[in-house]
Protein backbone atom coordinates (compact mmCIF):
# COMPACT_ATOMS: atom_id res chain seq x y z
CA UNK A 1 0.00 0.00 0.00
CA UNK A 2 1.38 3.45 -0.83
CA UNK A 3 0.25 6.43 1.06
CA UNK A 4 0.78 9.87 -0.88
CA UNK A 5 1.16 12.89 0.96
CA UNK A 6 0.10 16.16 -0.66
CA UNK A 7 2.67 18.71 -0.51
CA UNK A 8 2.17 22.71 -0.30
CA UNK A 9 5.39 24.94 -1.10
CA UNK A 10 6.29 26.83 1.67
CA UNK A 11 6.79 30.57 2.60
CA UNK A 12 10.38 29.28 4.16
CA UNK A 13 11.54 28.09 0.48
CA UNK A 14 10.28 31.48 -0.97
CA UNK A 15 12.26 33.31 1.68
CA UNK A 16 15.27 31.03 1.29
CA UNK A 17 15.00 31.82 -2.73
CA UNK A 18 14.16 35.41 -2.40
CA UNK A 19 16.37 36.24 0.56
CA UNK A 20 19.14 34.21 0.41
CA UNK A 21 20.37 32.22 -2.69
CA UNK A 22 19.30 35.04 -5.17
CA UNK A 23 21.35 38.05 -3.96
CA UNK A 24 24.44 35.77 -3.66
CA UNK A 25 24.37 34.76 -7.16
CA UNK A 26 23.37 37.68 -8.65
CA UNK A 27 25.30 40.38 -6.18
CA UNK A 28 25.37 43.81 -6.91
CA UNK A 29 23.46 43.02 -10.58
CA UNK A 30 19.83 41.63 -8.26
CA UNK A 31 17.68 44.64 -8.62
CA UNK A 32 18.33 45.62 -12.21
CA UNK A 33 18.05 41.66 -12.94
CA UNK A 34 15.20 41.08 -10.41
CA UNK A 35 13.54 44.08 -12.45
CA UNK A 36 13.75 42.16 -15.82
CA UNK A 37 12.99 38.77 -14.46
CA UNK A 38 9.24 40.54 -12.82
CA UNK A 39 8.90 41.95 -16.68
CA UNK A 40 9.52 38.05 -17.91
CA UNK A 41 7.23 36.38 -15.12
CA UNK A 42 4.27 38.89 -16.14
CA UNK A 43 4.68 38.29 -19.87
CA UNK A 44 4.13 34.01 -18.98
CA UNK A 45 1.64 35.05 -16.56
CA UNK A 46 -0.61 38.10 -18.23
CA UNK A 47 -3.73 39.33 -16.22
CA UNK A 48 -6.66 40.44 -18.01
CA UNK A 49 -7.63 43.26 -15.72
CA UNK A 50 -5.67 45.47 -13.06
CA UNK A 51 -8.04 44.18 -10.86
CA UNK A 52 -6.37 41.09 -10.91
CA UNK A 53 -2.91 42.09 -10.11
CA UNK A 54 -3.53 41.51 -6.11
CA UNK A 55 -5.00 38.35 -6.48
CA UNK A 56 -1.84 36.87 -8.22
CA UNK A 57 0.85 38.54 -6.08
CA UNK A 58 -1.98 36.35 -2.93
CA UNK A 59 -1.34 33.51 -5.08
CA UNK A 60 2.58 33.94 -6.21
CA UNK A 61 2.74 34.11 -2.11
CA UNK A 62 4.27 38.20 -2.48
CA UNK A 63 1.86 39.22 -0.11
CA UNK A 64 -1.37 41.07 0.21
CA UNK A 65 -1.39 44.21 -2.44
CA UNK A 66 -3.75 47.40 -2.32
CA UNK A 67 -4.27 50.37 -4.52
CA UNK A 68 -4.13 54.12 -3.42
CA UNK A 69 -5.22 55.15 -6.88
CA UNK A 70 -7.12 57.94 -5.46
CA UNK A 71 -4.32 60.06 -4.28
CA UNK A 72 -2.34 59.36 -7.66
CA UNK A 73 -1.46 61.59 -10.78
CA UNK A 74 -3.65 60.80 -13.80
CA UNK A 75 -0.32 59.55 -15.54
CA UNK A 76 0.10 57.04 -12.08
CA UNK A 77 -1.31 54.59 -10.22
CA UNK A 78 0.53 53.59 -6.81
CA UNK A 79 -0.01 50.02 -5.25
CA UNK A 80 0.88 49.27 -1.68
CA UNK A 81 2.50 45.84 -0.56
CA UNK A 82 2.69 45.05 3.17
CA UNK A 83 5.68 43.88 4.74
CA UNK A 84 4.88 42.05 8.48
CA UNK A 85 8.50 41.29 8.99
CA UNK A 86 10.76 44.68 9.42
CA UNK A 87 13.80 43.07 9.05
CA UNK A 88 12.61 41.47 5.49
CA UNK A 89 11.23 44.61 4.42
CA UNK A 90 14.55 46.40 5.65
CA UNK A 91 17.03 44.27 3.30
CA UNK A 92 14.77 42.75 0.80
CA UNK A 93 14.48 43.55 -2.90
CA UNK A 94 11.37 44.24 -4.66
CA UNK A 95 12.57 45.00 -7.90
CA UNK A 96 10.98 41.62 -9.39
CA UNK A 97 7.32 42.58 -8.02
CA UNK A 98 8.21 46.01 -9.22
CA UNK A 99 9.12 44.77 -12.71
CA UNK A 100 5.77 42.34 -12.82
CA UNK A 101 3.67 45.33 -12.23
CA UNK A 102 4.90 47.53 -14.61
CA UNK A 103 4.95 45.13 -17.52
CA UNK A 104 1.33 44.39 -16.23
CA UNK A 105 -0.03 48.00 -16.56
CA UNK A 106 2.11 48.22 -19.69
CA UNK A 107 0.40 45.47 -21.88
CA UNK A 108 -3.37 46.46 -19.99
CA UNK A 109 -2.74 50.51 -20.63
CA UNK A 110 -0.36 50.12 -24.10
CA UNK A 111 1.94 53.29 -22.86
CA UNK A 112 5.73 52.88 -22.19
CA UNK A 113 5.37 51.93 -18.06
CA UNK A 114 8.06 51.89 -15.27
CA UNK A 115 7.20 51.21 -11.73
CA UNK A 116 9.60 51.20 -8.34
CA UNK A 117 9.44 50.34 -4.72
CA UNK A 118 9.22 53.05 -2.16
CA UNK A 119 9.99 51.64 1.01
CA UNK A 120 8.26 53.23 4.31
CA UNK A 121 9.54 51.66 7.22
CA UNK A 122 7.43 52.91 9.74
CA UNK A 123 4.15 51.45 8.17
CA UNK A 124 5.57 48.08 7.37
CA UNK A 125 4.90 48.46 3.70
CA UNK A 126 6.15 49.22 0.11
CA UNK A 127 4.70 51.62 -2.13
CA UNK A 128 4.95 50.69 -5.61
CA UNK A 129 5.08 53.74 -8.24
CA UNK A 130 3.60 52.46 -11.62
CA UNK A 131 4.02 56.00 -14.28
CA UNK A 132 3.64 55.77 -17.62
CA UNK A 133 3.97 58.17 -20.69
CA UNK A 134 0.71 59.11 -22.65
CA UNK A 135 2.84 59.93 -25.27
CA UNK A 136 4.98 56.51 -26.04
CA UNK A 137 2.22 53.83 -27.20
CA UNK A 138 3.38 50.55 -27.14
CA UNK A 139 3.01 47.79 -29.84
Given at each position: ????????P???????LK?????????KHEDDILYWAGKS????????????IPTFFEEAGWGPLTYE?????KDESWLTLRQSDRTLLEKRSY???AGFIAQQFQKLNGFLT???GEKLLKDDQIRF???????????
Amino acid sequence: MTIEIETKPTQLGYEILKDHVLPSILGKHEDDILYWAGKSVARKFPVFSIDEIPTFFEEAGWGPLTYEDARAPKDESWLTLRQSDRTLLEKRSYQLEAGFIAQQFQKLNGFLTECYGEKLLKDDQIRFIVKWDPKTKMQ
